[in-house]
């Protein structure tokens, strides 16, 4: 039992997650359990070998894409619906398409696992929904207050203009990113900047269809071509996974870069061995993290994922009851004092 969860508490830490006894049910479990509510579609959130999967409507898509055919039940944003004595509600979280808080409503309290969400626009996905409650369990990924979000818009005419450069020295732009979110977040801002379409990664173009089908409105992509210089000029988006594979040797002349919330710190764009930085991020930065915590309302507010010792410190000093949630295992994002992870940052 963490000393941040009580006796009393509707939820409790396993080692399969954290799970709810009055609904008999896991949030996002990391090990194959009988009912799972999943907040979205993301590897380290939704895994293989769960009885039933709880979900978003919007989020189903990309579930069935990752997952294949399994025993989904999809509710509408805001339709509650009761597990056993417990009522439960999913709310969009903006994280990525379908993502989704939890909202549980257990003996008159109420509690809400926020998954990862941020608060900045996103065309690709709803908007982040303030859900007022007793207890606030927050994602604290980038909780420090040196990660401040610069505006998107602005981040992706540095992008342009950065392809721009490439293709008078005859080079490709080639953007890592993760595949999907982050990939579909940025097609879709490039529609302000004309229709010249993208090139993608194979790995990105199956999550661009599921984006796609969903009716979410992105630039032209198109598969790498053959011909090692027909590319120059040109913006390529691959997975982080493919930096330093084969698949690079494709390209003969390339500059390279990272879009990343952990581009913040210059540090990390060294340990990464790319060009550039881009500062774009579905997760909340420090100034959302907190907007978002007054926006619930919570007295009391737990933190898990990432650094959340500074997030824990400020809070207390607002005088609300905040601990830090640590997960059953090693969180898939690493503090944020090392270098970025293939992960959705």
């Avoid at 000393?3 to 396993?14: H, I």
């Avoid at 509600?89 to 969400?117: F, M, N, T």
């Avoid at 080639?174 to 900047?193: D, S």
Wanted: aromatic fraction near 8%; glycine fraction near 10%; hydrophobic fraction near 40%.
């Amino acid at each position: 039992m963490s000393s941040a969860l009580r006796p009393d508490d509707p939820l409790s830490l396993r080692p399969q997650g954290l799970y709810c006894a009055a609904g008999d049910f896991y949030i996002d479990p990391l090990q194959p359990v009988a009912r799972a509510l999943i907040t979205h579609g993301h590897g380290d959130h939704a895994r293989a070998g769960m009885g039933e999967y709880h979900t978003s409507a919007a989020g189903l898509p990309v579930l069935r894409w990752r997952l294949g055919e399994r025993g989904y039940i999809a509710h509408d944003y805001g339709e509650p619906f009761d597990l056993g004595a417990a009522r439960i509600s999913l709310h969009p979280a903006g994280h990525v398409l379908g993502s989704a808080q939890v909202r549980i409503e257990v003996g008159g309290r109420v509690w809400v696992v926020s998954g990862d969400y941020k608060r900045q626009p996103d065309p690709t996905c709803a908007p982040f929904q303030p859900v007022r409650c007793d207890v606030f369990v927050t994602e604290a990924t980038f909780a420090l207050p040196v990660y401040r979000w610069p505006d998107t818009a602005a981040e992706v005419a540095q992008i342009e203009r950065w392809r721009q450069r490439c293709g008078e020295r005859g080079e490709a732009a080639v953007l890592f990113c993760y595949a999907l979110g982050k990939a579909q977040r940025l097609l879709a801002e490039l529609r302000a900047f004309g229709e010249r379409p993208v090139f993608v990664h194979g790995a990105i173009e199956a999550g661009v269809r599921v984006y796609r089908e969903a009716g979410v409105a992105m630039v032209e992509t198109r598969p790498l071509e053959d011909g090692r210089d027909a590319h120059a000029g040109e913006l390529v988006l691959a997975p982080p996974s493919a930096l330093g594979s084969a698949w690079m040797r494709r390209l003969r002349r390339a500059q390279t870069a990272l879009a990343s919330g952990w581009m913040r710190v210059r540090g990390n764009r060294r340990r990464r061995n790319v060009d550039r930085g881009f500062v774009i991020s579905d997760h909340a930065d420090w100034p959302a993290l907190l907007a978002s915590i007054d926006d619930s309302g919570a007295g009391r507010v737990l933190a898990t994922h990432g650094r959340s010792e500074a997030l824990v410190r400020v809070l207390r000093e607002r005088g609300l009851d905040a601990h830090s949630l640590p997960a059953p295992q090693a969180s898939s994002e690493p503090p944020a004092s090392t270098a970025p992870p293939d992960g959705d940052a």
